[in-house]
């Protein structure tokens, strides 16, 4: 069995050199979140807030929304299960390929699934299930859909409740966040996820926002106190210390370009354009799954293969741009299998 989205790096038989699956920032946690976590250690002796109040709270004033619109979850993840659950037995529409927990969670709870391939999702298309799940910046193909076609979409099919999972919004210039229009978007849920950029996937935060009614009745799901202590110590110091988590998105994307052109220009890789700073290329001799295990191997670089994600093909791998120094090293690898 592959390894699921986000469990690349988990148990792997050597030392990893340089991680490309992972869609996080490369740099690794900042020092001053890393220190005010291992300040923090002791406040684990203590039950954490069972709503995640005090970081709910600090999210629906930085977004501007009314009391309410902000659930936190362990998670993005966490969001999508609960959601699934909401809607159980509910036909459902995926915006693929894509994200794999939307259609397990679907399956969890008895959904019945349409996929919709994000080359065929036309301006003011109209969708007659009650759930849609849509990754925007999408993962792993790196698409989008302008905010504004995104708002007709959404405007149009007034009768299904839309996800839409923002967890990349902040790696692309292309499109921008829906968050500023749920006052009058009734059937939008949006999906956040701050460890993305401050590099801590692991620390499990996420949050869900929409207007209060729906947000009140997904709420209605969760469980108290999945949200650690940590968890929410982290969220609150990334509200509090926004400089100190930005980074040169516009250096990002040219790099990321640069690699994509290198990867290009060898023939037996075939490159999707993407949006944001992770992408998908397509191995034109052997399987992604082969291509992988030799890269872990040979020079201790780990890629995601991306053949198990719907409507994706045994070729197919995912990488997200690193260092120059590690960019290289790629390159190199990929020059020798291409010459195997």
């Known amino acids: 069995m592959k390894p699921a989205n986000g469990e690349e790096g988990i148990s792997m038989p050597r030392k990893i050199t340089a991680d490309f699956s992972e869609n996080t920032l490369y740099s690794g946690l900042t020092a001053g979140l890393k220190n005010h976590l291992a300040a923090s250690l002791d406040t684990i002796s203590h039950y954490p807030s069972p709503e995640a109040a005090p970081l709910q ?60 391939w994000w080359d065929k999702l036309e301006d003011g298309i109209r969708i007659d299930t009650a759930l849609v799940f849509i990754c925007n910046p999408n993962n792993p193909g790196g698409q989008v859909i302008q ?34 229009h749920i006052h009058r978007l009734p059937n939008l849920l949006i999906l956040r996820s701050p460890a993305k950029v401050a590099c801590c996937p692991g620390i499990r935060l996420g949050y869900v926002t929409g207007q209060k009614a729906l947000i009140d009745k997904l709420r209605a799901f969760r469980a108290p106190w999945t949200t650690n202590q940590l968890a929410i110590t982290a969220g609150l110091y990334i509200l509090d210390h926004p400089k100190e988590f930005a980074f040169k998105l516009d250096d990002l994307l040219a790099n990321t370009f640069q690699l994509r052109e290198k ?8 490159v999707y354009s993407s949006y944001t700073h992770y992408f998908l290329f397509e191995t034109l001799t052997g399987t992604a799954t082969e291509l992988r295990s030799w890269l872990l191997e040979k020079y201790g670089i780990l ?5 198990d994600f719907e409507g994706l093909s045994s070729g ?25």
């Open 316 to 340: 197919f791998c995912r990488i997200a741009c690193r260092s120059e120094e590690d960019n290289k090293l790629l390159i190199t690898a990929l020059k020798k299998w291409s010459h195997l």
């Open 57 to 116: 709270q600090g999210l629906e004033k930085e977004l501007g929304l009314p009391p309410g619109s902000v659930m936190v979850t362990n998670g993005s993840t966490q969001a999508v299960y609960l959601i699934a659950q909401l809607f159980a037995g509910a036909t459902t529409t995926i915006i693929a390929p894509t994200f794999s927990a939307y259609e397990a969670a679907c399956k969890v709870f008895k959904h019945q699934i349409r996929f919709l």
């Open 303 to 307: 890629i995601r293969d991306a053949s």
């Open 147 to 180: 905010e504004s076609a995104l708002q007709r979409l959404i405007n149009a099919n007034r009768k299904t409740i839309f996800v839409v999972d923002e967890a990349y919004i902040d790696f692309t210039r292309e499109t921008n966040t829906l968050v500023p």
């Open 263 to 270: 990867i290009k220009a060898m023939p037996e890789f075939k």
